[in-house]
Protein backbone atom coordinates (compact mmCIF):
# COMPACT_ATOMS: atom_id res chain seq x y z
CA UNK A 1 0.00 0.00 0.00
CA UNK A 2 1.96 2.98 -1.33
CA UNK A 3 2.24 6.07 1.52
CA UNK A 4 3.36 9.29 0.95
CA UNK A 5 6.97 8.70 2.07
CA UNK A 6 7.18 5.90 -1.06
CA UNK A 7 6.05 8.90 -2.95
CA UNK A 8 8.41 10.82 -1.40
CA UNK A 9 11.31 8.62 -2.39
CA UNK A 10 10.53 7.89 -5.79
CA UNK A 11 10.43 12.15 -6.44
CA UNK A 12 13.35 12.29 -4.18
CA UNK A 13 11.87 15.23 -2.05
CA UNK A 14 10.32 15.31 1.44
CA UNK A 15 7.20 13.80 2.61
CA UNK A 16 5.96 16.99 3.97
CA UNK A 17 6.84 18.33 0.19
CA UNK A 18 4.58 15.46 -0.93
CA UNK A 19 1.89 16.60 1.22
CA UNK A 20 2.43 20.26 0.37
CA UNK A 21 1.45 18.95 -3.12
CA UNK A 22 -1.89 17.23 -2.14
CA UNK A 23 -3.24 20.22 -0.02
CA UNK A 24 -2.71 22.40 -2.34
CA UNK A 25 -0.87 24.14 0.70
CA UNK A 26 2.46 26.02 0.73
CA UNK A 27 4.70 26.73 -2.11
CA UNK A 28 6.42 24.55 -4.33
CA UNK A 29 8.27 24.72 -7.08
CA UNK A 30 6.86 23.92 -10.56
CA UNK A 31 9.51 21.49 -11.41
CA UNK A 32 8.57 19.68 -8.22
CA UNK A 33 5.32 19.73 -8.18
CA UNK A 34 5.46 17.82 -11.55
CA UNK A 35 7.88 15.58 -10.13
CA UNK A 36 5.64 14.57 -7.56
CA UNK A 37 2.68 14.27 -9.31
CA UNK A 38 4.11 12.02 -11.74
CA UNK A 39 5.37 9.54 -8.62
CA UNK A 40 1.70 9.65 -7.48
CA UNK A 41 0.65 8.62 -10.85
CA UNK A 42 3.15 5.95 -11.55
CA UNK A 43 2.82 4.25 -7.85
CA UNK A 44 -1.19 4.79 -8.45
CA UNK A 45 -1.00 6.65 -5.22
CA UNK A 46 -4.28 7.17 -3.13
CA UNK A 47 -3.86 10.30 -1.06
CA UNK A 48 -4.93 9.02 3.08
CA UNK A 49 -7.63 11.30 3.51
CA UNK A 50 -6.09 11.07 7.41
CA UNK A 51 -2.97 12.77 5.89
CA UNK A 52 -4.90 16.38 4.39
CA UNK A 53 -6.47 16.15 7.62
CA UNK A 54 -4.21 16.04 9.52
CA UNK A 55 -2.58 19.31 8.14
CA UNK A 56 -5.60 20.80 7.96
CA UNK A 57 -6.06 19.87 11.81
CA UNK A 58 -9.93 18.33 11.18
CA UNK A 59 -10.42 14.39 11.11
CA UNK A 60 -13.96 14.80 9.39
CA UNK A 61 -15.91 12.86 12.29
CA UNK A 62 -18.30 13.94 14.77
CA UNK A 63 -18.83 11.66 18.07
CA UNK A 64 -22.07 10.96 19.36
CA UNK A 65 -22.25 9.96 23.04
CA UNK A 66 -24.85 8.03 24.19
CA UNK A 67 -25.54 5.83 27.58
CA UNK A 68 -27.04 2.55 25.20
CA UNK A 69 -27.47 2.35 21.60
CA UNK A 70 -29.90 0.36 21.83
CA UNK A 71 -32.62 2.56 23.49
CA UNK A 72 -35.21 3.35 20.91
CA UNK A 73 -34.58 7.09 21.89
CA UNK A 74 -31.15 7.41 21.69
CA UNK A 75 -31.19 5.03 18.58
CA UNK A 76 -33.83 7.07 16.64
CA UNK A 77 -31.56 10.04 17.73
CA UNK A 78 -28.55 8.70 16.07
CA UNK A 79 -29.95 7.74 13.37
CA UNK A 80 -30.99 11.15 12.27
CA UNK A 81 -28.27 13.31 13.31
CA UNK A 82 -25.71 10.44 11.90
CA UNK A 83 -27.55 11.54 8.33
CA UNK A 84 -27.77 15.35 9.17
CA UNK A 85 -23.73 14.96 9.42
CA UNK A 86 -23.35 12.90 6.82
CA UNK A 87 -25.19 16.28 4.92
CA UNK A 88 -22.66 18.20 6.38
CA UNK A 89 -19.75 16.35 5.16
CA UNK A 90 -19.19 14.32 8.62
CA UNK A 91 -18.68 11.14 9.68
CA UNK A 92 -20.04 9.63 12.52
CA UNK A 93 -18.62 7.84 15.70
CA UNK A 94 -21.04 6.46 17.98
CA UNK A 95 -19.62 6.50 21.11
CA UNK A 96 -21.54 3.69 24.21
CA UNK A 97 -21.08 4.69 27.41
CA UNK A 98 -23.51 2.65 29.60
CA UNK A 99 -21.76 -0.77 30.36
CA UNK A 100 -18.27 0.85 31.54
CA UNK A 101 -18.10 4.25 33.30
CA UNK A 102 -14.87 5.25 32.33
CA UNK A 103 -15.42 5.40 29.06
CA UNK A 104 -16.92 8.82 28.56
CA UNK A 105 -13.78 10.36 30.28
CA UNK A 106 -11.57 8.06 27.29
CA UNK A 107 -14.30 10.07 24.45
CA UNK A 108 -13.49 13.52 25.98
CA UNK A 109 -9.90 12.36 25.63
CA UNK A 110 -10.54 11.45 21.93
CA UNK A 111 -11.94 15.05 21.46
CA UNK A 112 -8.90 16.47 23.39
CA UNK A 113 -6.46 15.04 20.84
CA UNK A 114 -8.17 15.82 17.96
CA UNK A 115 -9.60 12.66 16.78
CA UNK A 116 -12.73 14.14 16.29
CA UNK A 117 -13.86 17.85 15.51
CA UNK A 118 -16.83 17.87 18.38
CA UNK A 119 -19.08 15.95 19.96
CA UNK A 120 -22.57 15.30 20.46
CA UNK A 121 -23.31 14.20 24.04
CA UNK A 122 -26.66 12.67 26.03
CA UNK A 123 -24.36 11.21 28.81
CA UNK A 124 -22.91 12.95 31.98
CA UNK A 125 -21.35 11.08 34.60
CA UNK A 126 -18.43 13.42 34.80
CA UNK A 127 -18.02 16.60 35.97
CA UNK A 128 -18.88 19.56 34.52
CA UNK A 129 -15.31 20.69 34.81
CA UNK A 130 -13.90 18.21 33.06
CA UNK A 131 -16.30 19.23 29.79
CA UNK A 132 -15.73 23.29 30.60
CA UNK A 133 -11.72 22.59 30.59
CA UNK A 134 -12.04 21.25 26.79
CA UNK A 135 -12.55 24.28 24.94
CA UNK A 136 -13.33 22.16 22.21
CA UNK A 137 -16.92 22.37 20.25
CA UNK A 138 -19.51 20.15 22.32
CA UNK A 139 -22.87 20.18 22.30
CA UNK A 140 -25.03 18.92 24.93
CA UNK A 141 -28.41 16.77 24.59
CA UNK A 142 -30.67 17.28 27.07
CA UNK A 143 -27.99 17.73 29.51
CA UNK A 144 -26.70 20.80 31.43
CA UNK A 145 -23.19 20.96 31.11
CA UNK A 146 -22.32 24.44 33.08
CA UNK A 147 -22.36 28.12 30.85
CA UNK A 148 -20.69 27.22 28.06
CA UNK A 149 -21.90 24.31 26.20
CA UNK A 150 -25.36 24.78 24.62
CA UNK A 151 -27.95 22.47 25.54
CA UNK A 152 -30.52 21.35 23.06
CA UNK A 153 -33.12 20.17 24.74
CA UNK A 154 -37.37 19.91 24.89
CA UNK A 155 -40.06 21.87 26.96
CA UNK A 156 -39.70 19.24 29.49
CA UNK A 157 -41.88 21.39 32.28
CA UNK A 158 -44.67 21.38 29.55
CA UNK A 159 -44.67 17.82 28.71
CA UNK A 160 -45.07 17.02 32.47
CA UNK A 161 -47.97 19.13 32.45
CA UNK A 162 -49.74 17.58 29.39
CA UNK A 163 -48.98 14.38 30.77
CA UNK A 164 -50.97 15.58 34.32
CA UNK A 165 -53.53 16.48 32.91
CA UNK A 166 -54.59 13.65 30.80
CA UNK A 167 -54.21 11.65 34.10
CA UNK A 168 -56.21 13.91 35.85
CA UNK A 169 -58.95 14.40 32.98
CA UNK A 170 -59.30 10.29 32.54
CA UNK A 171 -60.38 10.75 36.52
CA UNK A 172 -57.31 8.63 37.79
CA UNK A 173 -57.26 8.87 41.74
CA UNK A 174 -53.86 7.83 42.92
CA UNK A 175 -50.72 7.84 40.11
CA UNK A 176 -47.35 6.95 40.02
CA UNK A 177 -44.13 8.32 37.99
CA UNK A 178 -40.83 6.42 36.62
CA UNK A 179 -38.33 8.95 37.17
CA UNK A 180 -34.43 9.09 37.30
CA UNK A 181 -32.24 9.36 39.75
CA UNK A 182 -32.50 12.55 40.38
CA UNK A 183 -28.57 13.80 41.39
CA UNK A 184 -28.31 13.58 37.17
CA UNK A 185 -28.33 16.92 36.15
CA UNK A 186 -31.03 17.19 33.45
CA UNK A 187 -33.83 19.36 32.15
CA UNK A 188 -35.80 16.52 31.96
CA UNK A 189 -36.39 16.12 35.89
CA UNK A 190 -38.45 19.02 34.99
CA UNK A 191 -41.24 17.22 33.80
CA UNK A 192 -41.41 14.86 36.97
CA UNK A 193 -41.30 18.15 39.28
CA UNK A 194 -44.27 19.92 37.36
CA UNK A 195 -46.39 16.30 37.48
CA UNK A 196 -46.00 15.96 41.35
CA UNK A 197 -46.61 20.01 41.98
CA UNK A 198 -50.10 19.45 40.00
CA UNK A 199 -51.14 16.16 41.15
CA UNK A 200 -50.28 17.62 44.78
CA UNK A 201 -52.28 20.70 43.67
CA UNK A 202 -55.25 18.62 42.64
CA UNK A 203 -55.22 16.44 45.82
CA UNK A 204 -54.22 13.38 44.06
CA UNK A 205 -51.85 11.38 45.72
CA UNK A 206 -48.75 10.92 43.52
CA UNK A 207 -45.95 8.08 44.05
CA UNK A 208 -42.40 8.60 42.56
CA UNK A 209 -40.89 5.52 41.72
CA UNK A 210 -36.84 5.67 41.16
CA UNK A 211 -35.05 3.95 38.28
CA UNK A 212 -32.06 2.37 39.34
CA UNK A 213 -29.39 4.54 38.33
CA UNK A 214 -29.11 4.77 34.38
CA UNK A 215 -30.70 1.52 34.48
CA UNK A 216 -31.12 0.94 30.36
CA UNK A 217 -31.31 -2.49 30.11
CA UNK A 218 -34.48 -4.35 29.46
CA UNK A 219 -34.48 -6.70 32.35
CA UNK A 220 -33.93 -3.89 34.66
CA UNK A 221 -37.16 -2.02 33.00
CA UNK A 222 -39.19 -5.42 33.68
CA UNK A 223 -37.86 -6.00 37.48
CA UNK A 224 -38.93 -2.14 37.91
CA UNK A 225 -42.67 -2.98 36.29
CA UNK A 226 -42.86 -6.19 38.14
CA UNK A 227 -41.99 -4.64 41.66
CA UNK A 228 -44.54 -1.85 40.79
CA UNK A 229 -47.47 -3.79 39.59
CA UNK A 230 -46.79 -5.36 43.08
CA UNK A 231 -46.09 -3.21 45.39
CA UNK A 232 -48.69 -0.36 44.52
CA UNK A 233 -51.80 -1.98 44.21
CA UNK A 234 -54.06 1.12 44.77
CA UNK A 235 -52.56 3.32 41.80
CA UNK A 236 -54.63 3.70 38.67
CA UNK A 237 -52.45 5.99 36.51
CA UNK A 238 -48.70 5.67 35.39
CA UNK A 239 -46.74 8.34 34.02
CA UNK A 240 -43.14 6.47 32.67
CA UNK A 241 -40.77 7.25 29.67
CA UNK A 242 -42.29 4.73 26.58
CA UNK A 243 -40.63 1.64 26.88
CA UNK A 244 -40.97 1.70 31.03
CA UNK A 245 -44.74 2.39 29.80
CA UNK A 246 -45.09 -0.73 28.03
CA UNK A 247 -43.53 -2.87 29.91
CA UNK A 248 -45.95 -1.50 32.82
CA UNK A 249 -48.74 -2.49 30.83
CA UNK A 250 -47.49 -6.18 30.20
CA UNK A 251 -46.70 -6.28 33.85
CA UNK A 252 -50.33 -4.73 35.24
CA UNK A 253 -51.31 -7.43 32.78
CA UNK A 254 -49.91 -10.38 33.98
CA UNK A 255 -51.56 -9.26 37.59
CA UNK A 256 -54.84 -9.21 36.30
CA UNK A 257 -55.54 -5.70 35.61
CA UNK A 258 -57.26 -4.94 32.60
CA UNK A 259 -55.84 -2.56 30.01
CA UNK A 260 -56.87 0.24 29.60
CA UNK A 261 -60.09 -0.34 31.39
CA UNK A 262 -58.51 -0.45 35.35
CA UNK A 263 -55.96 1.57 35.15
CA UNK A 264 -54.53 4.62 32.74
CA UNK A 265 -51.00 5.37 31.37
CA UNK A 266 -48.91 8.02 29.69
CA UNK A 267 -45.70 7.63 27.65
CA UNK A 268 -42.65 10.09 27.19
CA UNK A 269 -41.01 10.20 24.04
CA UNK A 270 -42.76 8.89 21.37
CA UNK A 271 -40.31 6.25 20.07
CA UNK A 272 -41.73 3.15 17.75
CA UNK A 273 -42.13 1.21 21.24
CA UNK A 274 -45.38 4.20 21.89
CA UNK A 275 -47.02 2.76 18.81
CA UNK A 276 -46.86 -1.04 19.79
CA UNK A 277 -49.45 -1.75 22.57
CA UNK A 278 -53.07 -2.36 21.55
CA UNK A 279 -55.43 -0.34 22.22
CA UNK A 280 -53.09 2.56 22.01
CA UNK A 281 -51.15 4.51 24.40
CA UNK A 282 -51.06 8.14 24.49
CA UNK A 283 -48.04 9.88 24.84
CA UNK A 284 -46.08 13.04 24.83
CA UNK A 285 -44.03 13.12 21.79
CA UNK A 286 -40.01 14.48 21.56
CA UNK A 287 -39.70 15.61 18.34
CA UNK A 288 -36.55 13.54 18.08
CA UNK A 289 -35.47 13.89 14.32
CA UNK A 290 -35.29 17.94 15.26
CA UNK A 291 -33.69 17.44 18.15
CA UNK A 292 -30.90 16.07 16.11
CA UNK A 293 -30.53 17.93 13.38
CA UNK A 294 -30.73 21.11 15.62
CA UNK A 295 -27.89 19.28 17.84
CA UNK A 296 -25.90 18.86 14.58
CA UNK A 297 -26.68 22.43 13.64
CA UNK A 298 -25.49 24.30 16.59
CA UNK A 299 -21.91 22.29 16.99
CA UNK A 300 -21.34 22.36 12.60
CA UNK A 301 -21.43 26.25 13.77
CA UNK A 302 -19.11 26.29 16.30
CA UNK A 303 -16.68 23.40 14.39
CA UNK A 304 -16.44 26.17 11.97
CA UNK A 305 -15.18 28.70 14.19
CA UNK A 306 -18.36 30.52 14.79
CA UNK A 307 -19.02 30.72 18.60
CA UNK A 308 -22.41 32.86 18.55
CA UNK A 309 -23.71 33.83 21.58
CA UNK A 310 -24.36 30.65 24.33
CA UNK A 311 -28.10 29.72 23.74
CA UNK A 312 -29.80 26.78 24.85
CA UNK A 313 -32.56 25.20 22.53
CA UNK A 314 -35.92 24.58 23.80
CA UNK A 315 -38.14 22.23 21.26
CA UNK A 316 -41.97 21.95 21.38
CA UNK A 317 -43.23 18.69 22.73
CA UNK A 318 -47.03 17.70 21.67
CA UNK A 319 -49.78 14.96 23.06
CA UNK A 320 -50.59 12.19 21.18
CA UNK A 321 -54.01 10.77 22.20
CA UNK A 322 -54.35 7.60 22.92
CA UNK A 323 -57.10 4.84 24.66
CA UNK A 324 -54.51 4.99 27.19
CA UNK A 325 -56.16 7.58 28.85
CA UNK A 326 -59.40 7.70 27.99
CA UNK A 327 -61.94 8.23 31.11
CA UNK A 328 -62.65 5.75 33.53
CA UNK A 329 -66.11 4.52 33.20
CA UNK A 330 -67.70 5.13 36.89
CA UNK B 1 -3.02 23.79 19.83
CA UNK B 2 0.67 22.38 19.63
CA UNK B 3 1.56 20.58 16.42
CA UNK B 4 4.00 18.15 15.36
CA UNK B 5 5.56 21.05 12.96
CA UNK B 6 5.59 23.35 16.08
CA UNK B 7 7.41 20.77 18.11
CA UNK B 8 10.24 20.06 14.85
CA UNK B 9 10.51 24.11 14.65
CA UNK B 10 11.35 24.49 18.51
CA UNK B 11 13.59 21.82 18.19
CA UNK B 12 15.24 22.99 14.90
CA UNK B 13 14.43 19.14 12.95
CA UNK B 14 11.90 17.93 10.04
CA UNK B 15 8.72 16.66 11.30
CA UNK B 16 9.02 13.52 10.67
CA UNK B 17 12.41 13.07 12.84
CA UNK B 18 9.95 14.12 15.22
CA UNK B 19 7.45 11.60 14.36
CA UNK B 20 10.24 8.98 14.67
CA UNK B 21 10.75 9.63 17.78
CA UNK B 22 7.12 9.73 19.17
CA UNK B 23 6.34 6.35 17.48
CA UNK B 24 10.16 4.51 18.85
CA UNK B 25 10.65 3.54 15.43
CA UNK B 26 13.86 3.95 12.84
CA UNK B 27 17.04 5.81 14.09
CA UNK B 28 17.24 9.04 16.09
CA UNK B 29 20.69 10.24 17.08
CA UNK B 30 20.74 9.92 20.88
CA UNK B 31 21.21 14.41 20.88
CA UNK B 32 18.16 14.62 18.59
CA UNK B 33 15.62 12.95 20.66
CA UNK B 34 16.89 14.79 23.71
CA UNK B 35 16.62 18.15 21.72
CA UNK B 36 13.22 16.50 20.55
CA UNK B 37 11.41 15.58 24.44
CA UNK B 38 12.71 18.59 26.06
CA UNK B 39 10.67 20.79 23.14
CA UNK B 40 7.67 18.69 23.69
CA UNK B 41 7.87 19.07 26.94
CA UNK B 42 8.35 23.01 27.07
CA UNK B 43 5.35 23.26 24.39
CA UNK B 44 3.08 20.70 26.11
CA UNK B 45 2.59 18.85 23.47
CA UNK B 46 -0.30 16.20 22.99
CA UNK B 47 1.04 13.86 20.51
CA UNK B 48 -2.11 13.45 18.26
CA UNK B 49 -3.39 9.55 17.75
CA UNK B 50 -3.67 9.88 14.47
CA UNK B 51 -0.13 10.95 13.49
CA UNK B 52 1.08 7.93 15.13
CA UNK B 53 -2.09 6.00 13.37
CA UNK B 54 -0.79 7.09 9.96
CA UNK B 55 3.06 6.30 10.60
CA UNK B 56 1.59 2.71 11.84
CA UNK B 57 -0.58 2.95 8.95
CA UNK B 58 -3.66 2.53 11.29
CA UNK B 59 -6.72 4.42 12.55
CA UNK B 60 -7.80 2.63 15.75
CA UNK B 61 -11.53 2.44 14.66
CA UNK B 62 -13.66 -0.41 13.06
CA UNK B 63 -16.72 0.55 11.03
CA UNK B 64 -20.21 -0.83 11.60
CA UNK B 65 -22.35 -0.57 8.88
CA UNK B 66 -26.11 -1.28 9.13
CA UNK B 67 -29.08 -0.20 7.35
CA UNK B 68 -30.72 1.44 10.17
CA UNK B 69 -29.40 1.88 13.91
CA UNK B 70 -32.72 2.23 14.88
CA UNK B 71 -33.66 -1.22 13.97
CA UNK B 72 -33.53 -2.91 17.74
CA UNK B 73 -31.92 -6.20 15.88
CA UNK B 74 -29.31 -3.88 14.71
CA UNK B 75 -29.08 -1.61 17.50
CA UNK B 76 -28.73 -4.31 19.98
CA UNK B 77 -25.30 -5.94 17.91
CA UNK B 78 -23.63 -2.26 17.56
CA UNK B 79 -24.35 -1.95 21.61
CA UNK B 80 -22.36 -5.63 21.52
CA UNK B 81 -20.03 -5.13 18.81
CA UNK B 82 -19.11 -1.30 19.77
CA UNK B 83 -18.21 -3.12 23.72
CA UNK B 84 -16.38 -5.45 22.07
CA UNK B 85 -14.26 -3.50 19.58
CA UNK B 86 -13.66 -1.14 22.80
CA UNK B 87 -11.82 -4.08 24.77
CA UNK B 88 -9.79 -5.20 21.90
CA UNK B 89 -8.79 -1.00 21.84
CA UNK B 90 -10.96 0.07 19.01
CA UNK B 91 -13.32 2.97 18.54
CA UNK B 92 -16.41 1.77 16.47
CA UNK B 93 -17.79 4.17 13.97
CA UNK B 94 -21.55 3.50 13.02
CA UNK B 95 -22.65 3.95 9.53
CA UNK B 96 -26.18 4.34 8.45
CA UNK B 97 -27.15 3.37 4.99
CA UNK B 98 -30.77 2.83 4.46
CA UNK B 99 -32.33 6.51 3.65
CA UNK B 100 -29.25 6.80 1.15
CA UNK B 101 -28.23 3.59 -0.74
CA UNK B 102 -25.00 5.29 -2.20
CA UNK B 103 -23.76 5.75 1.36
CA UNK B 104 -22.77 2.11 1.34
CA UNK B 105 -20.13 2.85 -1.36
CA UNK B 106 -19.13 6.09 0.61
CA UNK B 107 -18.06 3.98 3.61
CA UNK B 108 -16.24 1.33 1.46
CA UNK B 109 -14.17 4.42 -0.04
CA UNK B 110 -13.35 4.98 3.63
CA UNK B 111 -11.75 1.68 3.96
CA UNK B 112 -10.18 2.07 0.91
CA UNK B 113 -8.09 5.07 2.29
CA UNK B 114 -7.19 3.55 4.99
CA UNK B 115 -9.35 6.03 7.34
CA UNK B 116 -10.39 3.02 9.07
CA UNK B 117 -8.63 -0.46 9.82
CA UNK B 118 -11.70 -3.10 9.53
CA UNK B 119 -15.33 -3.46 8.42
CA UNK B 120 -18.34 -5.30 9.85
CA UNK B 121 -21.11 -4.84 7.41
CA UNK B 122 -24.44 -6.10 7.79
CA UNK B 123 -25.69 -4.36 4.52
CA UNK B 124 -25.69 -5.51 0.66
CA UNK B 125 -26.95 -3.54 -1.25
CA UNK B 126 -23.65 -3.10 -3.86
CA UNK B 127 -22.06 -5.78 -6.16
CA UNK B 128 -19.73 -8.44 -4.49
CA UNK B 129 -17.03 -7.30 -7.14
CA UNK B 130 -17.02 -4.01 -4.94
CA UNK B 131 -16.21 -5.60 -1.91
CA UNK B 132 -13.79 -8.49 -2.49
CA UNK B 133 -11.78 -5.92 -5.05
CA UNK B 134 -11.23 -4.16 -1.03
CA UNK B 135 -8.77 -6.53 -0.18
CA UNK B 136 -9.34 -5.11 3.27
CA UNK B 137 -10.47 -6.48 6.44
CA UNK B 138 -13.90 -6.98 6.62
CA UNK B 139 -16.20 -9.40 7.99
CA UNK B 140 -20.28 -9.68 7.03
CA UNK B 141 -22.82 -10.15 9.25
CA UNK B 142 -25.60 -12.23 8.02
CA UNK B 143 -24.46 -11.85 4.25
CA UNK B 144 -22.86 -13.91 1.89
CA UNK B 145 -20.24 -11.57 -0.04
CA UNK B 146 -18.03 -13.86 -2.07
CA UNK B 147 -15.37 -16.45 -1.30
CA UNK B 148 -13.26 -13.95 0.57
CA UNK B 149 -14.77 -12.49 3.18
CA UNK B 150 -15.88 -14.24 5.76
CA UNK B 151 -19.91 -14.39 6.98
CA UNK B 152 -20.89 -14.98 10.50
CA UNK B 153 -24.89 -15.85 10.89
CA UNK B 154 -27.02 -18.12 12.60
CA UNK B 155 -28.75 -21.58 11.59
CA UNK B 156 -31.50 -20.05 9.67
CA UNK B 157 -32.77 -23.58 8.73
CA UNK B 158 -33.04 -24.81 11.90
CA UNK B 159 -34.78 -21.24 12.90
CA UNK B 160 -37.38 -21.66 9.92
CA UNK B 161 -37.63 -25.42 11.33
CA UNK B 162 -38.95 -24.50 14.89
CA UNK B 163 -41.03 -21.45 14.15
CA UNK B 164 -42.66 -24.47 11.38
CA UNK B 165 -43.04 -26.87 13.91
CA UNK B 166 -44.16 -24.47 16.44
CA UNK B 167 -47.17 -23.30 14.50
CA UNK B 168 -47.99 -26.67 13.18
CA UNK B 169 -47.98 -27.94 16.92
CA UNK B 170 -50.34 -25.08 18.04
CA UNK B 171 -52.84 -26.88 15.42
CA UNK B 172 -52.20 -23.59 12.63
CA UNK B 173 -54.31 -24.72 9.39
CA UNK B 174 -53.00 -21.49 7.24
CA UNK B 175 -50.00 -19.91 7.91
CA UNK B 176 -48.53 -16.46 6.62
CA UNK B 177 -44.48 -15.60 6.91
CA UNK B 178 -43.28 -12.23 6.39
CA UNK B 179 -39.97 -12.31 3.97
CA UNK B 180 -37.26 -9.70 2.46
CA UNK B 181 -37.37 -9.21 -1.20
CA UNK B 182 -35.68 -12.22 -2.15
CA UNK B 183 -32.74 -10.38 -4.52
CA UNK B 184 -30.50 -9.82 -1.51
CA UNK B 185 -28.12 -12.50 -0.91
CA UNK B 186 -28.40 -13.18 2.70
CA UNK B 187 -28.55 -16.38 4.68
CA UNK B 188 -31.28 -15.11 6.51
CA UNK B 189 -34.06 -16.70 3.09
CA UNK B 190 -33.14 -20.09 4.50
CA UNK B 191 -35.50 -19.77 6.87
CA UNK B 192 -38.03 -19.01 5.10
CA UNK B 193 -37.30 -21.55 2.71
CA UNK B 194 -37.30 -24.39 5.06
CA UNK B 195 -40.58 -23.12 6.70
CA UNK B 196 -42.42 -23.09 3.41
CA UNK B 197 -41.07 -26.48 2.90
CA UNK B 198 -42.37 -28.03 5.94
CA UNK B 199 -46.14 -26.60 5.80
CA UNK B 200 -46.01 -27.75 2.01
CA UNK B 201 -45.07 -31.11 3.49
CA UNK B 202 -47.59 -30.92 6.18
CA UNK B 203 -50.04 -30.20 3.54
CA UNK B 204 -51.08 -26.37 4.96
CA UNK B 205 -51.23 -23.36 2.74
CA UNK B 206 -48.50 -21.17 3.05
CA UNK B 207 -48.83 -17.43 1.87
CA UNK B 208 -45.54 -15.63 1.61
CA UNK B 209 -46.11 -11.49 2.15
CA UNK B 210 -42.99 -10.21 0.57
CA UNK B 211 -41.59 -6.71 2.62
CA UNK B 212 -40.98 -3.75 0.71
CA UNK B 213 -37.15 -3.62 -0.67
CA UNK B 214 -35.52 -3.52 2.88
CA UNK B 215 -38.18 -1.27 4.44
CA UNK B 216 -37.33 -1.09 7.68
CA UNK B 217 -38.95 2.01 8.74
CA UNK B 218 -42.05 2.01 11.52
CA UNK B 219 -44.63 3.23 9.01
CA UNK B 220 -42.94 0.35 6.65
CA UNK B 221 -44.27 -2.51 9.08
CA UNK B 222 -47.47 -0.93 10.17
CA UNK B 223 -48.44 -0.37 6.84
CA UNK B 224 -47.56 -4.00 5.94
CA UNK B 225 -49.22 -5.41 9.31
CA UNK B 226 -52.81 -3.41 8.42
CA UNK B 227 -52.65 -4.65 4.42
CA UNK B 228 -52.07 -8.69 5.83
CA UNK B 229 -55.20 -7.96 8.57
CA UNK B 230 -57.27 -6.70 5.90
CA UNK B 231 -56.51 -9.20 3.34
CA UNK B 232 -55.59 -13.01 4.60
CA UNK B 233 -59.15 -13.23 6.52
CA UNK B 234 -58.67 -17.10 7.17
CA UNK B 235 -54.87 -17.27 8.00
CA UNK B 236 -54.32 -18.37 11.18
CA UNK B 237 -50.61 -18.69 12.07
CA UNK B 238 -47.83 -15.51 11.74
CA UNK B 239 -44.20 -16.06 10.98
CA UNK B 240 -42.10 -12.76 10.88
CA UNK B 241 -39.12 -11.11 12.64
CA UNK B 242 -40.49 -9.85 16.20
CA UNK B 243 -40.88 -5.91 15.01
CA UNK B 244 -42.79 -7.24 12.61
CA UNK B 245 -44.65 -10.12 14.48
CA UNK B 246 -45.69 -7.37 17.53
CA UNK B 247 -46.75 -4.91 14.91
CA UNK B 248 -48.96 -8.01 13.69
CA UNK B 249 -50.71 -8.41 16.70
CA UNK B 250 -51.73 -4.96 17.23
CA UNK B 251 -52.81 -4.37 13.43
CA UNK B 252 -55.20 -7.99 13.97
CA UNK B 253 -56.15 -7.22 17.45
CA UNK B 254 -57.33 -3.70 15.82
CA UNK B 255 -59.57 -5.80 13.44
CA UNK B 256 -60.93 -7.76 16.25
CA UNK B 257 -59.44 -11.25 16.42
CA UNK B 258 -58.35 -12.09 19.51
CA UNK B 259 -54.22 -12.38 20.64
CA UNK B 260 -53.79 -15.69 21.04
CA UNK B 261 -56.60 -17.22 21.18
CA UNK B 262 -57.99 -16.75 17.28
CA UNK B 263 -54.50 -16.99 16.05
CA UNK B 264 -50.86 -17.68 16.40
CA UNK B 265 -47.72 -15.96 15.96
CA UNK B 266 -44.34 -16.83 16.39
CA UNK B 267 -41.87 -14.08 16.10
CA UNK B 268 -37.61 -14.50 14.85
CA UNK B 269 -34.34 -12.34 16.32
CA UNK B 270 -35.61 -12.24 20.11
CA UNK B 271 -34.81 -8.48 20.71
CA UNK B 272 -36.45 -6.68 23.50
CA UNK B 273 -39.06 -5.72 21.24
CA UNK B 274 -39.98 -9.70 21.25
CA UNK B 275 -40.67 -9.42 24.89
CA UNK B 276 -43.09 -6.78 24.81
CA UNK B 277 -46.61 -8.76 24.41
CA UNK B 278 -48.71 -9.67 26.77
CA UNK B 279 -49.59 -12.87 26.54
CA UNK B 280 -46.20 -13.23 25.62
CA UNK B 281 -45.02 -13.65 22.12
CA UNK B 282 -43.08 -17.11 20.94
CA UNK B 283 -39.63 -16.56 19.10
CA UNK B 284 -36.58 -17.78 18.04
CA UNK B 285 -33.99 -16.29 19.80
CA UNK B 286 -30.83 -15.09 17.81
CA UNK B 287 -27.99 -14.83 20.05
CA UNK B 288 -27.15 -11.25 18.86
CA UNK B 289 -24.23 -10.46 21.78
CA UNK B 290 -22.25 -13.59 20.62
CA UNK B 291 -23.14 -12.64 16.71
CA UNK B 292 -21.31 -9.38 17.44
CA UNK B 293 -18.28 -11.08 19.20
CA UNK B 294 -17.75 -13.35 16.92
CA UNK B 295 -17.68 -10.82 14.25
CA UNK B 296 -15.18 -8.81 16.29
CA UNK B 297 -13.06 -11.95 16.71
CA UNK B 298 -12.70 -12.70 13.38
CA UNK B 299 -12.03 -9.15 12.20
CA UNK B 300 -9.42 -8.18 14.71
CA UNK B 301 -7.77 -11.75 13.39
CA UNK B 302 -7.70 -10.32 10.06
CA UNK B 303 -6.64 -6.71 10.87
CA UNK B 304 -3.77 -8.48 12.50
CA UNK B 305 -2.58 -9.76 9.69
CA UNK B 306 -3.67 -12.89 9.81
CA UNK B 307 -5.54 -14.63 7.59
CA UNK B 308 -7.44 -18.30 8.53
CA UNK B 309 -8.19 -19.76 5.91
CA UNK B 310 -11.85 -18.62 4.95
CA UNK B 311 -14.41 -20.57 7.26
CA UNK B 312 -18.37 -18.40 7.29
CA UNK B 313 -19.43 -19.06 11.22
CA UNK B 314 -22.80 -20.32 11.72
CA UNK B 315 -24.29 -20.07 15.48
CA UNK B 316 -26.98 -21.81 16.84
CA UNK B 317 -30.21 -20.49 17.30
CA UNK B 318 -33.69 -21.10 20.23
CA UNK B 319 -36.88 -21.46 20.78
CA UNK B 320 -38.45 -19.30 23.49
CA UNK B 321 -42.00 -20.76 24.51
CA UNK B 322 -44.45 -18.42 24.59
CA UNK B 323 -48.30 -17.88 25.18
CA UNK B 324 -48.86 -17.32 21.73
CA UNK B 325 -48.06 -20.71 20.07
CA UNK B 326 -50.34 -22.45 22.61
CA UNK B 327 -52.52 -25.02 21.06
CA UNK B 328 -55.80 -23.73 20.03
CA UNK B 329 -58.92 -24.71 21.53
CA UNK B 330 -60.60 -26.58 18.77
Redesign the interface.
Known amino acids: ?1 T ?1 IQDVARHAHV ?3 TVSRVLNGSGYVKEETRDKILRAIKELNY ?6 R ?2 YH ?1 K ?1 G ?1 VAIIVP ?3 H ?1 YF ?2 F ?2 AA ?2 AL ?1 RHGY ?6 TW ?2 QN ?1 EAHYLD ?1 L ?4 VDGIITGVHTLDIAQYSSLDRPIVALDRTLGEHIPCVAVNHEKGGRLAAEALIQAGCRSVLQCTGVRRVSTPSNARHEVFEKIMAKNGIPCYNYLSKWNGFE ?1 ADY ?1 QAAREIAENYPDVDGYFATDIMA ?2 L ?2 AL ?2 KGRRYPVDFKVVGYDGT ?2 S ?4 PSLSTIVQPIEELASTCVDVLIERINGKTPELKNIELDVTFRQGESTKSFNR
Do not use: H, W
Open positions: MTGAATPNEMANLRSIEVSPAEINEIFQSMICNREYLRQQRYDVTIRQAFVKLPY
